[in-house]
């Protein structure tokens, strides 16, 4: 319990400004959506216009601006990419920060086994994880019945939120892989963002192609905010495909992570 404590001691900071950051883009978003509610019909021509694959890529495809749940994807699509980075920088540091700071050797000589230790480790990037979708949760919720002039779908607000929580246990498991696959991680931001941009690279390319086989690639495709506010439910196949994955990752990080030699300070 020390080393859980410890680890949210330490990420505290961080998960406070990632907190304030992702309500803050989501308040900018819907405050823009507010702005031009003058000229809502002006401005769905000029969606309408754009190529229906740019319009699926940032969760327009449908886009309604006749009510606020129709504008709400495409405020959480930015969300979604900002939680993503913010979980895969999670996983990614958590365990490679003993290598990095060079206090592997302090940390291993305890009589903590490696087990335990990437399982507190585990267990505070997932606590983090649940504190922000928590709070974004009820943020969210709040801004939405400020802004809003009328009712509006509590099941599709739900199912779009969750996919929050979805996204950002993907990145940070597969984040808790790299860390434990890779000896020794100099920089974590660009790693972060490279890997959750090249998975977003991957969705956009399907929506042109619409490829069954690469939708199975990236998780932005598992939890694609148009699909769900079309079908109102999540697809059983990509919720089975994201299961194995986490617990595949979950599974590779421990057994990696057992047989690491650790450089010496």
Same mark, same amino acid.
Request: proline fraction near 2%; glycine fraction near 4%.
């Given at each position: 319990?020390?080393?859980? &404590? ?9 998960? @406070? ?9 989501? /308040?900018?978003?819907? =405050?823009?959506?507010?702005? @031009?509610?003058?000229?809502?019909? %002006? ?19 449908? /886009?309604? /601006? ?31 920060? %003993? ?5 592997? *050797? ?14 507190? &480790? ?6 983090? @994880?649940? !504190?922000?979708?928590?709070? $974004? ?7 939405? %019945?400020? !802004?809003?002039?009328? *009712?509006? *779908? ?16 993907? $990145? ?16 974590? =931001? ?16 399907? %929506?042109?192609?619409? *490829?069954? &086989? ?13 699909? !769900? ?18 617990? /595949? ?10 047989? &690491?030699? =650790?450089?010496? @300070?």
């Amino acid at each position: 319990m020390n080393i859980l &404590k410890q680890e949210l001691k330490m990420g505290r900071k961080s998960l @406070i400004v990632w907190c304030v950051s992702l309500i803050g883009v989501f /308040l900018l978003f819907m =405050l823009m959506y507010v702005s @031009i509610s003058d000229q809502l019909a %002006e401005f769905q021509k000029v969606f309408d216009s754009f190529p229906v694959e740019f319009r699926r890529a940032f969760a327009a495809e449908n /886009l309604n /601006l006749d009510t606020v749940m129709g504008f709400y994807p495409f405020a959480m699509t930015y969300i979604l990419l900002a939680g993503a980075v913010q979980a895969m920088n999670l996983g990614v540091s958590v365990l490679s920060s %003993e290598v990095r700071e060079k206090t592997g *050797d302090f940390l291993f000589v305890k009589p903590v086994s490696r087990f335990r230790i990437v399982s507190m &480790k585990m267990m505070a990037v997932f606590v983090q @994880i649940v !504190i922000i979708n928590a709070v $974004f949760f009820i943020a969210s919720r709040l801004i939405l %019945e400020m !802004i809003s002039t009328a *009712d509006y *779908d509590n099941n599709l607000y739900l199912l779009l939120t969750g996919t929050l929580f979805f996204i950002q246990i993907f $990145f940070a498991s597969f984040g808790f892989f790299i860390s434990a696959f890779l000896r020794r991680i100099k920089t974590v =931001l660009p790693i972060s963002m490279g890997v959750v941009f090249l998975f977003y690279i991957i969705f956009l390319l399907n %929506e042109t192609l619409k *490829d069954v &086989k690469l939708g199975y690639i990236s998780p932005f495709d598992y939890f694609a905010l148009a699909a !769900i506010s079309k079908t109102m439910s999540y697809d059983s196949v990509y919720l089975v495909v994201w299961t194995f994955l986490v617990f /595949l990752f979950v599974y590779l990080t421990f057994y990696l992570f057992a047989k &690491k030699d =650790l450089p010496s @300070i």
